[in-house]
């Protein structure tokens, strides 16, 4: 095999297939953590919001990990001697947290959403102290908050007062709070409630809480409540920048098994100078293999070469790769980055073995086309009724009237927005019309209103949905 043949074989086998995170503890070697997540890690940090794949779930399943806690203490001091339970998230854990199907019928007996949550806070609570639990199931022990404020507050003092005297600190973490509810109204009661648990947690010294939120649960009514404002003061979001996609990728790389990571941590050191820095199995990047400059922008030109054609009329691979894989709102998310590369990569292996560079710029073209085709599944995990109304849009040319776009969902359900009901969450706006559906649709990332009123969709969306753009990358084909 030639040098560039072993780099690409090195990428496609270190790379994962499968980008999601379902709540399983991740590889200590590939956890990176970008300097805009240290804030949303701290104890001090109540609320963290962010956006599909941006890492929600994988920072709960991390936290939860007392091994990558130890790991991050360098970056975030606070995670020392905590000790972190899990409220709710994307993994049915019965025991600690009741599922969609019980908050139900909780709530269908008369129940609040908090006391529901400070029944969760007394089971965690319970077992940071080893208190026997005396209650047999969830709804005995919603009964039990509700029937004895006194000795749940005696409970939660003599935790704290417990975690103070062992030099430590209590943390729970919520996660993927839309799988509590597929009605809006219901889940505004369900995360508003919850915050109020989270402001009645922030009077105790060693106990706190961490709630994991989507965009669009944020941006509705569930902080109108005294004393919000002690909660929002906390709030950061999750983002990734350009940078921090090409550090988390130097990061996947870097720790190659065997002789891949040996080629690839070659190619580090001849660009950085030096190796990553070793601690325990992983290997740690420099400063300027995490930062945008000259070195990371070498680093990746070493992949993909300098430009995305022959000549720099096309742009430079180091850009167009995460620029093309953006959102309405210019966001880009790890996973869709990391698939583009691996794809790249194969598709070089196949089309262009004999190219002078790992990635060829056409096959990081269909790395796009291959990403998008995921990232529309991913998104239709949390909203199926985007999937359903975009397909609908097959073959149309953006930018696109808005009229255009309103004829053709018209066509397809003649009894109006009702039709897209289903077993999740449905758009915002059900009952307002489809000018208010494409709002939503806004609000996501989906599409963007030029200044000409006309609407446009990323290539990140529009390639996998099958729509066309003079001079974009080419949608897919079905059928």
């Given at each position: 095999m030639s040098e560039v043949s072993r780099i690409r074989a090195a990428i496609i086998n270190t790379l994962p297939r499968e980008t999601s995170n379902y709540g399983e503890v991740p590889d200590q070697r590939y956890v990176y953590l970008p300097r805009a997540h240290v804030k949303a890690l701290e104890l001090s940090t109540n609320l963290v919001v962010g956006s599909r794949g941006v890492g929600k779930t994988f920072w709960t399943a991390a936290l939860k990990s007392p091994d990558i806690r130890n790991m991050l203490r360098d970056s975030v001091r606070e995670l020392d001697n905590v000790k972190v339970g899990i409220g709710f998230s994307v993994k049915p854990m019965i025991e600690h947290y009741p599922e969609k199907d019980v908050i139900s019928k909780l709530l269908g007996d008369g129940y609040?959403?908090?006391?529901?949550?400070?029944?969760?806070?007394?089971?965690?609570?319970?077992?940071?102290?080893?208190?026997?639990?005396?209650?047999?199931?969830?709804?005995?022990?919603?009964?039990?908050?509700?029937?004895?404020?006194?000795?749940?507050?005696?409970?939660?003092?003599?935790?704290?007062?417990?975690?103070?005297?062992?030099?430590?600190?209590?943390?729970?973490?919520?996660?993927?709070?839309?799988?509590?509810?597929?009605?809006?109204?219901?889940?505004?009661?369900?995360?508003?409630?919850?915050?109020?648990?989270?402001?009645?947690l922030k009077s105790y010294r060693r106990l706190h809480a961490k709630v994991f939120l989507r965009e669009d649960q944020f941006q509705r009514t569930v902080t109108d409540f005294p004393d919000a404002s002690k909660i929002l003061a906390t709030k950061t979001d999750l983002t990734w920048q350009p940078h921090d996609l090409h550090g988390l990728l130097?990061?996947?790389?870097?720790?190659?098994?065997?002789?891949?990571?040996?080629?690839?941590?070659?190619?580090?050191?001849?660009?950085?100078?030096?190796?990553?820095?070793?601690?325990?199995?992983?290997?740690?990047?420099?400063?300027?293999?995490?930062?945008?400059?000259?070195?990371?922008?070498?680093l990746f030109a070493e992949l993909a070469g300098p430009w995305m054609g022959k000549d720099r009329r096309r742009g430079v691979p180091y850009v167009w790769t995460v620029s093309h894989l953006a959102d309405a709102k210019g966001r880009t998310s790890p996973r869709s980055f990391l698939k583009a590369i691996r794809v790249a990569a194969e598709d070089s292996d196949v089309r262009y073995a004999d190219h002078s560079y790992a990635l060829h710029y056409e096959s990081i073209k269909r790395g796009v086309q291959d990403a998008s085709q995921i990232r529309i599944t991913e998104v239709a995990e949390d909203y199926p009724w985007v999937r359903e109304l975009c397909e609908k849009l097959i073959g149309m040319q953006v930018p696109s009237e808005y009229a255009k776009i309103e004829e053709r969902w018209?066509?397809?359900?003649?009894?109006?927005?009702?039709?897209?009901?289903?077993?999740?969450?449905?758009?915002?706006?059900?009952?307002?019309?489809?000018?208010?559906?494409?709002?939503?649709?806004?609000?996501i990332g989906i599409f963007e209103r030029m200044n000409d009123g006309r609407f446009n969709m990323p290539d990140l969306y529009r390639v996998g949905f099958g729509l066309g753009r003079k001079g974009g990358v080419r949608p897919v084909k079905r059928g």
């Open positions: 609040t959403p908090y006391e529901i949550w400070r029944a969760v806070v007394l089971k965690w609570v319970a077992d940071l102290i080893e208190t026997p639990n005396t209650q047999e199931n969830w709804s005995n022990t919603v009964a039990w908050v509700r029937a004895n404020p006194e000795e749940l507050a005696r409970l939660m003092e003599q935790a704290d007062q417990s975690l103070q005297s062992q030099g430590q600190k209590g943390l729970i973490i919520f996660d993927a709070l839309d799988y509590t509810s597929n009605n809006w109204e219901t889940m505004d009661l369900i995360v508003r409630d919850l915050l109020r648990v989270v402001l009645w130097w990061q996947w790389l870097c720790n190659a098994p065997d002789e891949h990571g040996v080629i690839l941590r070659n190619i580090y050191h001849k660009i950085i100078g030096k190796n990553p820095e070793i601690h325990g199995e992983s290997w740690l990047l420099e400063r300027e293999a995490k930062q945008e400059g000259e070195k990371q922008r070498k018209v066509q397809e359900y003649p009894n109006g927005p009702k039709s897209l009901v289903g077993d999740r969450l449905p758009p915002q706006h059900l009952e307002s019309g489809w000018d208010w559906i494409i709002k939503d649709l806004e609000r």
